[in-house]
């Protein structure tokens, strides 16, 4: 018996060290491929931003003027109108790397404050639309949640609350609502980030669902 244990172990320990040294040679090759990359993309010249895709807020669709006598509402309305005057865009999931590959190094500093503008923008988004759900303006909530999704925004939230919205907040039949999730499923497919898989499993459970469940 002792023999068999000592056999197990030794055969367990041979195990662990192969495996550990097949993860040290995968994680040295990883390294060093990450590493010519960005050396490769610390050399590349600046290129034109022209091409990107920027977005634009619909200043005359979205809900302004509504619960103004909130301060975060008046906070959420000011940040919108601020950034309507900036560039903004969705670089989510691609990495600084990436960027100076495509777009050069000296671009980057410029770059990551697009991205950063589309960051406080989704938040924003996210929680005016929050705010107007609280206070039972649906139609409004919604119009702010679409937009943010036609963004690309990854935000598990802001899928979840217009689900809710489109599910028992609307009065839609159940031909559209099996028609805006499967929107909602088309958009959430293209997303760059780990958000991704949470958000089309939880889509794709509500079009399993028999009829529609109210939220209370």
């Given at each position: 018996?002792?023999?068999?244990v000592?056999a197990?172990?030794?055969?367990?320990?041979?195990?662990?060290?192969f495996?550990?040294h097949r993860?040290?040679?995968?994680?040295?090759?990883?390294?060093?491929?990450?590493?010519?990359k960005?050396?490769?993309?610390?050399?590349?010249?600046?290129k034109?931003l022209d091409?990107?895709?920027?977005?634009s807020?619909?200043?005359?669709?979205?809900?302004?003027?509504?619960?103004?006598?909130?301060?975060e509402?008046?906070?959420?309305?000011?940040v919108?109108?601020?950034?309507?005057?900036?560039?903004?865009?969705?670089?989510t999931?691609?990495?600084?790397?990436?960027?100076?590959?495509?777009?050069?190094?000296?671009?980057?500093?410029?770059?990551?404050?697009y991205d950063?503008?589309?960051?406080?923008l989704?938040?924003?988004?996210?929680?005016?639309?929050?705010?107007?759900?609280?206070a039972?303006?649906?139609?409004?909530?919604?119009t702010?949640l679409?937009?943010?999704l036609?963004?690309?925004?990854?935000?598990?939230?802001?899928?979840?609350?217009?689900?809710r919205?489109?599910?028992?907040?609307?009065?839609?039949?159940?031909?559209?609502?099996?028609?805006?999730?499967?929107?909602?499923t088309?958009?959430?497919?293209?997303?760059?980030?780990?958000?991704?898989?949470?958000?089309l499993?939880?889509?794709?459970d509500?079009?399993?669902?028999?009829g529609q469940?109210?939220?209370?």
């Amino acid at each position: 018996m002792n023999f068999l244990v000592l056999a197990t172990f030794i055969y367990f320990v041979i195990w662990l060290n192969f495996t550990l040294h097949r993860i040290a040679i995968k994680k040295g090759k990883l390294e060093k491929s990450y590493w010519e990359k960005e050396i490769m993309s610390n050399s590349v010249r600046k290129k034109s931003l022209d091409g990107l895709d920027y977005i634009s807020i619909p200043m005359d669709k979205l809900p302004f003027g509504v619960l103004t006598d909130q301060p975060e509402v008046s906070e959420c309305e000011t940040v919108l109108k601020e950034l309507s005057g900036e560039k903004i865009v969705n670089l989510t999931g691609i990495s600084n790397t990436d960027l100076k590959l495509m777009y050069g190094t000296a671009n980057i500093t410029l770059l990551s404050a697009y991205d950063q503008n589309y960051t406080t923008l989704v938040c924003t988004l996210q929680k005016w639309a929050q705010i107007l759900f609280d206070a039972a303006y649906y139609t409004e909530a919604a119009t702010v949640l679409e937009f943010a999704l036609s963004t690309g925004t990854d935000i598990q939230a802001s899928y979840r609350l217009l689900a809710r919205l489109y599910q028992s907040r609307l009065s839609l039949s159940e031909e559209e609502f099996r028609e805006r999730i499967g929107s909602m499923t088309e958009t959430a497919s293209k997303l760059r980030s780990l958000s991704k898989t949470p958000i089309l499993q939880y889509l794709q459970d509500l079009l399993e669902e028999e009829g529609q469940i109210s939220f209370k």
